[in-house]
């Protein structure tokens, strides 16, 4: 009788075994999920995009909701009818991306304490506060926008109705801006005990923390970031909307006008990335600010594409801003913002990880040479 046994073994990566029953028939797979182990290039690959992808969907949930009340006020006070189908939408994929994105935080998360130097569960029992508030704040997210968008309205409605609506959808989102980009980057440092202080961060502890330069930079990036993706999620969601006719009552000007307006929240915040990706880089280590730098050419040559890429960018979406919204348009500021994310993440994490990486290709090499011998 055949047997398919499966076996996991080996803490630093899966080593999976099937037993076909026959003799000499056995087939193995193995994975090891440290960037030191054989598969380093394989594990940092993999490590960018679930990043990458957590990062996008991390900001649409966090600026969405900030987006939709500008869609929403010209709703009402505009009669766009496309606008607020739009922003009904984003509220709802808002909602969808925070789940996405934070299970792929979680399988992040997971690569990264599998053998390669992060102490995840150091982290979390020195944030332990903080990470207990973080779960609270995500189910208030949820609430907030899960009833911003429930109860969406085409029509007017009075005063006070229309501001608690709209406060909704503010304490969402700049919740969820405030907590969660500065406690994710301390995470990261307490998990690679590069944080100032060894002992519990409560509430105070986390406030100093926040003006710090590593963490009140990247932060802040995140912020811009946020409304640059989010800004080209409104430009592709207002073609949809008015490719599929979701709102009869509307127009081909109207559509227009809303993907003006997200190109142009677009364009604003990408400019303001370049200063604060400089701050980045002045607040890394030295050994990573000279892989950057020229140290390793491959680095060097990820954030110089990064830069192209995010230049053709700003040209592109200026011309989207100024009124050229056809289709092509719009999936070119898509493939190039997708294309920036991802460069810049494995950017970042080449200049942390580079060490590491190093010696996995230095070890390569000399059982390489032990074998030849």
């Given amino acids: 009788m055949p047997r398919w046994p499966i076996s996991l073994a080996d803490a630093s990566g899966y080593n999976f075994s099937i037993d076909l029953g026959f003799p000499r028939r056995r087939f193995g797979l193995r994975w090891d999920s440290s960037i030191r182990g054989g598969s380093g290039k394989h594990v940092l690959l993999v490590l960018t995009v679930l990043l990458a992808l957590h990062l996008a969907c991390m900001h649409v949930a966090a600026a969405g909701p900030l987006l939709c009340l500008v869609l929403q006020w010209r709703q009402i006070h505009r009669e766009d009818a496309l606008a607020g189908a739009v922003g009904r939408r984003l509220a709802q994929r808002s909602l969808e991306v925070l789940l996405v994105g934070t299970l792929l935080g979680i399988a992040a998360g997971w ?108 932060s ?27 709102s009869p009552q509307s127009s081909q000007s109207d559509a227009q006008t809303t993907i003006r307006l997200g190109a142009w929240f677009a364009l604003l915040a990408t400019f303001v990335q370049f200063p604060l990706g400089v701050w980045i880089i002045a607040e890394l280590p030295i050994i990573a600010q000279q892989r950057l730098l020229g140290l390793a050419l491959l680095d060097t040559g990820l954030i110089g594409s990064a830069l192209v890429l995010s230049l053709l960018l700003m040209h592109h979406l200026a011309a989207a801003a100024w009124g050229e919204t056809q289709p092509g348009m719009i999936r070119r500021c898509v493939l190039l913002v997708s294309l920036v994310v991802l460069l810049m993440t494995g950017t970042m994490l080449r200049a942390k990880l580079g060490h590491e990486l190093n010696h996995a290709q230095k070890a390569g090499g000399a059982a390489s040479a032990d074998a030849t011998c």
């Avoid at 304490?113 to 979390?124: I, T």
Wanted: include cysteine.
């Fill in 111 to 218: 690569v990264l304490a599998n053998g390669n130097g992060y102490d995840l569960s150091g982290a979390v029992r020195q944030l332990s506060y903080k990470i207990y508030w973080g779960v609270a704040e995500l189910v208030f997210y949820v609430a907030c926008v899960g009833l911003y968008w429930r109860t969406w309205q085409t029509g007017r409605r009075s005063r006070p109705i229309r501001i608690f609506h709209g406060f909704l959808a503010v304490m969402a989102s700049t919740n969820l801006l405030y907590h969660f980009p500065p406690l994710l980057t301390i995470f990261s440092l307490a998990s690679r005990g590069a944080l100032p202080t060894r002992g519990p961060i409560d509430a105070h502890s986390f406030r100093q923390l926040l003006v710090s330069g590593e963490i009140a930079a990247k």
């Fill in 220 to 246: 802040l990036h995140f912020v811009g970031a946020a409304f640059v993706v989010t800004g080209i999620a409104v430009m592709w969601l207002a073609n949809r909307e008015s490719r599929i006719g979701s």
